[in-house]
């Protein structure tokens, strides 16, 4: 079977006829061959989204028909949610439980978060000291939005952009990454379902050169791009040379940050979750265990004790915990990191290898924890996204804040600890978009979301992700 992409409406093979395959990572199979867009395709799909932007149906489409439009999206996502998740989880590779109960619902309230800001863009009035004039500011939209997902939560992450984009009434051209097109290119079927216009929604696919082509486009307005900080830069630059806007989502390598007097046994569970889940495939995945000398070892026994005896295996099957890494690039460059853990002195607690028997076709990797880590190992430094917990043994709690500190990366960062003082200056010294106090990582549509430092620019979710899709207007009238 060969997917389609959606160009104004129309749904199409690449111009060029080249495809890619997308793989099954659980079992190294072939699920289907996904159109690899040409530049023409790209120069179409912005054609399409420039035209429908300024189109009557669009543009002047009244705010509670936009907020119905997208609850209507809302609402098809949630009916075929189990469809959705299986969908995810074969082409994603994440266990059905993180699917169906993490990231459909999690795309389904964003459509109807943002669904209820369609009424409510106002701008404001302001008394100026200037006689005889009125002033009115108001929000517009932007143009043609790209919008490029990686492939970690490919349906939620393209919920994130989408349904902001929409309400403010931007146009989009959506590229998913080439791991795992199918979720989005679903998406964008129920969405022409629940109504959208034609144009509105465009979805090319194919690997890198796709996105650079829609990033050098002159007529895409604005760049939301989640994905490796490597790329993040470049698309800056581009972006920066043509000065479009740009939104940023880029990699973190969060620190969790037990105090002395923490309860280890209470918190294990959240840390294993944060460490774990989407086998440790989250940007915001907790990775520097920072725990007291006294107890390091202690928590790391106990941490590598409970991911041992975690089941691996096909994200269908309904007791597995942890599924495959989502490629077998993705699994040789955890591999790698492993390896420079092990050179570099690190104690091997549990994992540190591909796992064997029947799981060997697929990409799994067995849970990893390492002790005795320093903050200068590359296991401590750099983004793994993948089933590997450092925990670093710390003398001096004083020193917490600047060593979490001390990284490339401010995306997210976890505090556990039974005094309330002490974890709420800690979170107001971390440098880090989020920071959770004792509690696994979770998300909100009404919370924003995104990094400091190398980590990104901007933010989604809440009230920041409309400010992201539109720009202010100032309009003076004279009175006299
Ligand atoms: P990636 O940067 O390799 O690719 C992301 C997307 O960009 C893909 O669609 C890819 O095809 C496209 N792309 C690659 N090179 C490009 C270029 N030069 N110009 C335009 N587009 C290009 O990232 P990935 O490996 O898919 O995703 C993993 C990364 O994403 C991790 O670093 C992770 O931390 C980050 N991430 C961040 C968040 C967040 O909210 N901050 C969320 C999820 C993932």
Redesign the pocket.
């Known amino acids: 079977m060969t997917a389609q992409m959606l160009i104004d409406g129309e749904w199409i093979a690449s111009e060029g006829g080249g495809t890619f395959e997308t793989i099954d990572p659980a079992s190294g199979e072939v699920i289907e061959l996904v159109p690899d867009a040409t530049a023409t395709d790209v120069d179409a799909a912005v054609a399409a989204a420039k035209a429908a932007f300024s189109s009557p149906e669009w543009a002047q489409m009244l705010p509670a028909t936009r907020a119905r439009l997208l609850w209507r999206i809302a609402d098809l996502l949630e009916e075929h949610s189990e469809e959705l998740a299986r969908l995810e989880t074969r082409d994603q590779g994440q266990p059905f439980g993180i699917s169906s109960a993490i990231s459909i619902p999690n795309a389904v309230e964003h459509f109807r978060y943002y669904a209820g800001w369609a009424t409510k863009l106002h701008g404001v009035t302001v008394p100026l000291s200037i006689p005889g004039v009125d002033y009115r500011n108001r929000r517009e939209p932007l143009g043609v939005c790209g919008l490029?997902?990686?492939?970690?939560?490919p349906l939620m992450?393209a919920a994130w952009k989408l349904a902001p984009a929409l309400v403010t009434g931007n146009t989009v051209v959506m590229?998913?990454?080439?791991q795992t097109p199918l979720s989005t290119i679903r998406l964008a079927q129920l969405c022409m379902e629940a109504g959208v216009p034609r144009g509105v929604i465009n979805v090319v696919t194919g690997?890198?050169a796709?996105?650079?082509a829609?990033?050098r486009h002159r007529d895409v307005a604005k760049i939301s791009?989640?994905?490796?900080?490597?790329?993040g830069r470049?698309?800056a630059s581009e972006a920066g040379r043509r000065l479009a806007r740009v939104s940023l989502?880029?990699?973190?390598k969060a620190p969790s940050i037990i105090t002395p007097e923490a309860d280890i046994d209470a918190i294990l569970e959240g840390n294993l979750m944060g460490g774990l889940l989407n086998c440790g495939q989250v940007?915001a995945a907790y990775t520097r265990f920072y725990v007291d000398h006294k107890r390091a070892d202690e928590f790391a026994q106990k941490m590598g004790t409970i991911a041992s005896g975690m089941k691996l295996g096909n994200g269908l099957e309904p007791t597995t915990q942890l599924g495959p890494l989502v490629s077998e690039d993705q699994l040789q460059r955890v591999d790698r990191y492993v390896s420079a853990g092990v050179a570099e002195g690190a104690t091997l607690v549990t994992g540190g290898s591909r796992a064997g028997g029947e799981l060997a076709t697929g990409y799994f990797y067995q849970p990893t924890v390492f002790t005795n880590v320093t903050d200068s190992m590359t296991i401590a430094r750099e983004?793994i996204?993948g089933p590997v917990l450092s925990v670093i043994p710390y003398e001096d709690p004083q020193e917490l804040a600047g060593r979490a500190n001390d990284t490339d990366y401010g995306?997210a960062a976890v505090i556990w600890s039974r005094d309330i003082g002490t974890a709420n200056r800690l979170a107001h010294e971390i440098n880090a978009g989020t920071v959770w106090i004792n509690l696994p990582p979770f998300l909100d549509a009404a919370a924003p979301?995104?990094?400091m430092k190398a980590?990104?620019v901007g933010r989604e979710m809440g009230w920041e992700a409309i400010l992201a899709y539109t720009d202010i207007k100032s309009i003076w009238t004279s009175l006299t």
């Open positions: 490029i997902m990686p492939w970690n939560f992450i590229k998913p990454a080439e690997g890198p796709v996105g650079q829609i990033v791009f989640t994905g490796s900080t490597e790329v470049e698309i989502e880029l990699g973190g940007c983004e996204f995306l979301w995104g990094g980590s990104g």
